[in-house]
């Protein structure tokens, strides 16, 4: 989807309009200066034209995008131009093919890559970190007014902190940010409360082994969620991360997603009416899984395994958006002569289970634990329809029995069981 000749610290940048539009970005080139570009995608998944957003800047980092209250687009990115450095902005309408010139606005000229998030109200709320200090820049932007404050985060005259992002509860109106520490006895995920007033410093549950943690190498998976509250997504586990988790912030442990061996690049993105899309790679399966949770973001469901693209090497980095249902995954890989990111979308999956008493099967198909009404169950050469509360029976042979669960819009699950008469 991207431009081949990337690099493998490259990271899209991913937000929807209202029409159901994704809309992806991420840093490019353009003979000796550096652009960012843009590429919609359809709800069914279809990319279409490739666009310049940015140009004509000596350097560019990795973008964030914000969609404002009016529908229209917000880009943030740390750049250098002759003359001006810091973080930029520019904005677009809902299409994504038409952007202002983009201005500095921050106070700060040091630039970074941006975690950025707006207030319900448009207000512009981003976090950004560089050598050994992370800024934030609290409220509108400087235009005939004096400049906002950008009051440190810290860790000066310690280093440092890493992959800021930034989330601005729905129902509080509280922003928060999260980072990745690595200053000596204080490192680990850490979330931060910094609008309307700096709160203390949160260490994820389970974030830090024995004194010791990973760094996710991108902008931290950290939203906040339809209906309220603040997630992080993270793996936890060192030398090797073996579990995914997710946690509400300001509650006590996190829930566990998935396990594995070697599990790399969790993210997280929204899905409908509050639940929430996890991602991650196992690179010891070679294998990319999504997840999704239920409507409040307490149970998930099954596990969804996908393919990376033919003769990938390395999965660098994952991204999603999934508030449509179905997850738009993004994943920056390694391929022969190229590093780029690619699209695909993911169904969320069905879980199945199936019992038997005497020669009667009973199946239940749930969505994160929810009963799934108008599922077909293929059993012993029959199919029967699942009822309003998920579940349907029917008579088969003595023997070793096959069932596979599906409906539009899901991955189908299958089970095997063994019936006696």
């Known amino acids: 989807m991207t431009d081949t000749a990337g690099r493998n610290i490259d990271e899209v940048a991913l937000a929807r309009t209202n029409d159901g539009t994704l809309h992806?970005?991420?840093?490019?080139?353009?003979?000796?200066?550096?652009?960012?570009?843009?590429?919609?995608?359809?709800?069914?998944?279809?990319v279409g034209q490739v666009t310049t957003a940015v140009s004509g800047f000596n350097a560019l980092g990795n973008p964030d995008v914000a969609v404002r209250p009016d529908?229209?687009?917000?880009?943030?990115?740390?750049?250098?131009?002759?003359?001006?450095?810091g973080i930029h902005s520019a904005t677009a309408g809902a299409p994504g093919t038409t952007w202002s010139a983009a201005s500095r606005v921050s106070t700060s000229t040091t630039p970074g890559d941006p975690g950025a998030a707006l207030g319900a109200d448009g207000t512009p709320f981003f976090v950004w970190a560089a050598g050994t200090n992370m800024w934030a820049h609290l409220g509108p932007f400087s235009g005939g007014q004096p400049p906002e404050a950008e009051p440190s985060i810290g860790p000066t005259p310690q280093c440092c902190f890493y992959d800021p992002e930034v989330a601005v509860d729905r129902t509080s109106g509280d922003v928060y940010t999260a980072f990745y520490s690595n200053v000596s006895n204080q490192n680990g995920l850490f979330v931060q409360r910094?609008?309307?007033?700096?709160g203390p410093r949160q260490l994820a549950p389970g974030a830090v082994t024995?004194?010791?943690?990973?760094?996710?190498?991108?902008?931290?998976?950290?939203?906040?969620?339809?209906?309220?509250?603040?997630?992080l997504a993270y793996c936890t586990g060192y030398p090797s991360c073996t579990r995914v988790v997710l946690w509400r912030v300001g509650t006590g442990s996190p829930l566990v997603v998935a396990a594995g061996t070697r599990i790399e690049d969790v993210n997280l993105a929204n899905g409908p009416d509050g639940r929430l899309w996890l991602m991650w790679q196992d690179s010891s399966k070679r294998q990319v899984f999504a997840a999704r949770t239920n409507a409040a973001a307490t149970r998930v469901g099954a596990v969804v395994a996908v393919a990376p693209p033919p003769r990938t090497?390395?999965?660098?980095?994952?991204g999603g958006q999934g508030s449509l249902g179905p997850l738009d995954l993004l994943a920056h890989v390694s391929t022969p002569g190229s590093i780029a990111s690619?699209?695909?979308?993911?169904?969320?999956?069905?879980?199945?289970?199936?019992?038997?008493?005497?020669?009667?099967?009973?199946?239940?198909?749930?969505?994160?634990?929810s009963p799934v009404a108008g599922?077909?169950?293929?059993?012993?050469?029959?199919?029967v329809t699942t009822g309003v509360k998920?579940?349907?029976?029917?008579?088969?042979?003595?023997?070793?029995?096959?069932?596979?669960?599906?409906?539009?819009?899901y991955a189908a699950a299958t089970v095997t069981l063994r019936v006696a008469e």
């Open 24 to 46: 992806v970005l991420w840093r490019g080139r353009a003979g000796s200066t550096e652009t960012i570009k843009h590429a919609p995608v359809s709800k069914a998944g279809a």
């Open 71 to 85: 529908g229209s687009l917000q880009l943030f990115v740390g750049a250098i131009r002759s003359g001006s450095a």
């Open 194 to 198: 910094i609008h309307p007033s700096q």
């Open 210 to 231: 024995n004194g010791d943690s990973i760094q996710p190498g991108f902008r931290t998976a950290f939203v906040a969620r339809d209906g309220g509250g603040v997630f």
């Open 313 to 318: 090497s390395t999965v660098w980095k994952l």
């Open 342 to 369: 690619w699209h695909t979308q993911v169904p969320p999956g069905l879980s199945l289970k199936c019992s038997s008493k005497k020669l009667t099967v009973t199946c239940a198909v749930t969505d994160a634990g």
């Open 375 to 383: 599922a077909a169950i293929k059993l012993g050469g029959k199919t």
């Open 390 to 409: 998920g579940t349907a029976s029917t008579s088969v042979a003595a023997g070793r029995v096959e069932a596979t669960a599906s409906k539009a819009g």
